[in-house]
Nanobody, 115 residues
Framework: QVQLVESGGGLVQAGGSLRLSCAAS????????MGWYRQAPGKQRELVAV???????NYADSVKGRFTITRDYASNSLYLQMNNLKPEDTAVYYC?????????WGQGTQVTVSS
């Protein structure tokens, strides 16, 4: 079993920055893939960024050049550095992990960007 706990969300003005954190516990050595998803009101949950064991990353087109996903293997933590935030980035952000054949989700953290 893997438990994921997000933190770092909040209210920021457009152009500001936030760093989201995800602390993983449990069967952490079995995690192969970690990522960030987000869901805005009335919209489907979408992939924001993903990082695979070995360091390969992928980003949604809407966040390329502004967001950076990193994984700290020593502390078993996942981060999302969000710069130049826009109102359309407003959503609940979820940490996601794949361990063996199972998928795990955090509880989500709210990010609100005001104009």
């Amino acid at each position: 079993q893997v438990q994921l706990v997000e933190s770092g969300g909040g209210l920021v003005q457009a152009g500001g920055s936030l760093r989201l954190s995800c602390a993983a516990s449990g069967g952490i050595f079995r995690i192969n893939v970690m990522g960030w998803y987000r869901q805005a009101p009335g919209k489907q949950r979408e992939l924001v960024a993903v990082i695979i064991s070995g360091g390969m990353t992928n980003y949604a087109d809407s966040v390329k050049g502004r967001f950076t996903i990193t994984r700290d293997y020593a502390s078993n933590s996942l981060y999302l550095q969000m710069n130049n935030l826009k109102p359309e980035d407003t959503a609940v952000y979820y940490c996601h992990a794949i361990a063996s054949t199972n998928r795990y989700w955090g509880q989500g953290t709210q990010v609100t960007v005001s104009s």
